[in-house]
């Protein structure tokens, strides 16, 4: 089975720095991605791990460990503007071999930024 | 912007009725994968096109069906609507997804709000 998770919600405070976990049991694993999406929008690509380690954008990195099956998303000198909810998801095989995936989500971490 | 557009925004209904919802793919895009989100959920996959035929669907019963056209645009049909069908439905384009281009994503369309009353 697939099965993903992530906090609901969590609040911090501009200028800070925050850390939203996300971890994940799922047949097969090709890469997981991270998405924010504000209310009401479509979901935009923030980052992109296959390896494990740290991949590092801006304000914006994401960490993976494959063996644990768990990666994080780290916001840095945050803005009121982060306030958004931020979905994991992970790119597993449609059949095996095919070389076709899908995106299984998680439900989301709404984050709030408070001044 | 990502070049994903989808038709139209808001859309209302009554059970038992059918609905049809469009999406245009980014340019160069030949997969488009449809996802169905309800309130305070994540998106939950229903299905993907590649080449006009479906090439992989969720746990999504038979009267959620779907179209690819020639130009990559694709369509949506739901029949029998019920009220669990109020949902943001969002489709996604992206290359074909092969072992050797892993490192491309799925781009989103501003989605369609569907709400059966």
């Known amino acids: 089975g697939q099965n993903i998770d992530q906090p609901t919600e969590m609040t911090a405070t501009e200028g800070a720095i925050v850390q939203i976990n996300c971890t994940y049991q799922?047949?097969?694993?090709?890469?997981l991605f991270w998405y924010q999406q504000h209310a009401g929008e479509a979901p935009t690509f923030l980052s992109y791990?296959?390896?494990?380690g740290l991949e590092e954008k801006g304000r914006f990195s994401s960490f993976l460990s494959r063996s644990k099956g768990y990666s994080y998303l780290l916001l840095k000198e945050l803005q009121m503007k982060d306030s958004a909810s931020y979905l994991c998801?992970?790119?597993?095989?449609?059949?095996?071999?095919?070389?076709?995936?899908?995106?299984?989500f998680g439900k989301g971490t709404k984050l709030s930024v408070i001044p | 912007e990502t070049g994903v557009t989808q038709s139209p925004t808001h859309l209302i209904k009554t059970r038992g009725q059918q609905v049809t919802l469009r999406c245009s793919s980014q340019?160069?895009?030949?997969?488009v994968s449809w996802y169905q989100q309800a309130l305070g959920q994540g998106p939950q996959f229903i299905f993907q096109y590649y080449r006009e035929e479906e090439n992989g669907r969720g746990n999504f019963p038979p009267r959620f069906s779907g179209l690819q056209f020639p130009n990559y645009s694709s369509e949506l049909n739901v029949n029998a609507l019920e009220l669990d069908d109020s949902a943001l439905y969002l489709c996604?384009?992206?290359?074909?997804?092969?072992?050797?281009?892993?490192?491309?994503?799925?781009?989103f369309g501003p989605g369609t709000r569907l709400t059966v009353l």
């Open positions: 998801a992970v790119r597993d095989p449609l059949y095996s071999g095919a070389g076709s995936y899908q995106l299984t």
């Open positions: 340019s160069g895009h030949n997969t």
């Open positions: 996604a384009s992206s290359l074909l997804w092969t072992a050797s281009d892993s490192t491309d994503t799925q781009y």
């Open positions: 791990n296959v390896l494990d």
């Open positions: 799922t047949s097969g694993f090709n890469g």
